[in-house]
C-alpha cells in the first residue's frame, strides 16, 4: 500500500505537468535577468500578490531572510510573534546574518498579536534601544493550527505600522490556502504589506522555490541581497517553470486539502486518547494532543510508521499533519482507522 506522508505538504512530488514544462523551459542566467521562464514566474507572483515586482528565490527561508535584510539595517529591530516560523524554525538567520533583533510579541491562538503587545513592543526614541523597523506576520500561521488572518486584521494592523513608520512583512508561505479558506483573493490578504514572501513547494507542489513580493523599487534592493545570501541560480528557469503550472493549476483545489483536514479532525476529535478543537482548523494543518493513559508518544508514532503513516511529533505528546495534494479522503479514512486501532484496539 502506498505510504500516507502527513508530515508536510512539502513532500509533494510535481505533477506531470510541472515535469513536462521544466523539461521543455526556455532559460536563461537569472543572475544576469536573462531569464526568460524566471520572467514569466515573477510577473505573474507579482499579479496574484498585487504587487509591482517579484523576485524568484530558492526557499521561503531564504525569502523571509532576504525581505527582513532589504527592510532592516544591523541593530534595527523586528517586531514577530513568538510562534511564527521567522522565530522558530529559520536558524536565527536573521541575527546571525543580518544583525536584526527579533522583538517577540506572544501569538494569540488564532495567529493574531493583540493591539496592546504591539504597542508595547514598540521601542521609544532612546540611546538604550534599537530601532523598531519592521512587523512580521504569518499567513497561513503554521504554529497555530494554519490560522488564516483575515483581511480586516491586516487592515488594523496597517494603521498601527503607519502610525509608527513600520514597514509589514508578510510571510504567507500558505497565503493562497489563507485566501481558499477566507474565499478571499491573496492580493487583498497582501494589500497592506509592505513585502510578501509564499512557497511554491508547500500545497502548490512545485519542487522548490518561493516568491518575494513588493514594491520595484523593493524588489531591485532585494535582488542583490539575494546575491549576498548566495541565491543566484543561474538557469532557474527550469525550476520556475514548474511554479509558473503550480500558480495556474493547483490554487484552484487546495480547498480540497482543507475539506480532508477537517475529515481529519473531527475523526480524531471523535477518537479515545485524542484531543483537538476541530473548530480551529481552516486550512490543511492538524495539530492534535496524545492523552491516552497507556500509549505512549513513541509508541504511537512506532505503530503507525508500522502502517506505513508519517506524522511529525512538535512537542510532547503533540502532532501535526499535513493534507496535500496527494492525500485523498479514502487515505484520511485509513489514518482514522489505524489511529483507533492503536489506541483502542
Avoid at 509564499?198 to 531591485?220: M, N, T
Avoid at 493547483?250 to 480524531?268: F, S, T, V
Amino acid at each position: 500500500m502506498k505510504p500516507i506522508d502527513l508530515r508536510s505538504d512539502t513532500v509533494t512530488q510535481p505533477t506531470a505537468a510541472m515535469r513536462a514544462a521544466m523539461a521543455q523551459a526556455e532559460v536563461g542566467d537569472d543572475v544576469l535577468n536573462e531569464d526568460p521562464t524566471v520572467h514569466r514566474l515573477q510577473n505573474s507572483a507579482a499579479r496574484k500578490t498585487g504587487k509591482e515586482d517579484a523576485l524568484f528565490v530558492a526557499s521561503g527561508t531564504m525569502g523571509n531572510l532576504v525581505s527582513v535584510l532589504t527592510h532592516c539595517g544591523r541593530g534595527d529591530e523586528i517586531i514577530l510573534g513568538d510562534r511564527s516560523h521567522i522565530f522558530l524554525n529559520e536558524v536565527g538567520g536573521i541575527a546571525a546574518l543580518g544583525g536584526v533583533h527579533p522583538r517577540t510579541v506572544a501569538n494569540r491562538p488564532d495567529g493574531t498579536l493583540a493591539a496592546d503587545a504591539l504597542e508595547n513592543a514598540v521601542r521609544r526614541n532612546d540611546i538604550h534601544y534599537p530601532p523598531t523597523r519592521l512587523l512580521c506576520l504569518e499567513n497561513t500561521h503554521n504554529f497555530c493550527s494554519g490560522a488564516a488572518l483575515t483581511p480586516q486584521y491586516m487592515q488594523e494592523v496597517a494603521r498601527f505600522a503607519k502610525h509608527h513608520c513600520l514597514k509589514i512583512h508578510l510571510d504567507g508561505a500558505r497565503i493562497f490556502n489563507a485566501a481558499a479558506a477566507l474565499a478571499v483573493d491573496a492580493a487583498e490578504l497582501a494589500r497592506h504589506a509592505d513585502s510578501i514572501m509564499f512557497c511554491l513547494s508547500k500545497g502548490l507542489s512545485a519542487p522548490v522555490g518561493s516568491l518575494v513580493c513588493g514594491s520595484r523599487e523593493f524588489i531591485a534592493r532585494a535582488r542583490k541581497i539575494r546575491k549576498m545570501v548566495g541565491g543566484g541560480m543561474r538557469q532557474a528557469g527550469h525550476l520556475a517553470a514548474a511554479g509558473i503550472v503550480a500558480l495556474e493549476q493547483i490554487i484552484g483545489r487546495l480547498k480540497q486539502d482543507h475539506e480532508h483536514a477537517k475529515q481529519l479532525a473531527h475523526g480524531l476529535a471523535a477518537t479515545a486518547g485524542i484531543h483537538l478543537e476541530p473548530e480551529r482548523v481552516q486550512t490543511n494543518i492538524v495539530f492534535f494532543s496524545l492523552t491516552h493513559p497507556s500509549v505512549t508518544p513513541e509508541t504511537f508514532l512506532r505503530e503507525l510508521t508500522a502502517r506505513r503513516i508519517k506524522l511529525f511529533m512538535t512537542g510532547p505528546a503533540v502532532f501535526r499533519a499535513v493534507l496535500h495534494r496527494e492525500i485523498s479522503a479514502e487515505q484520511v479514512g485509513r489514518v482514522l482507522e489505524a489511529v483507533d486501532a492503536i489506541l483502542n484496539p
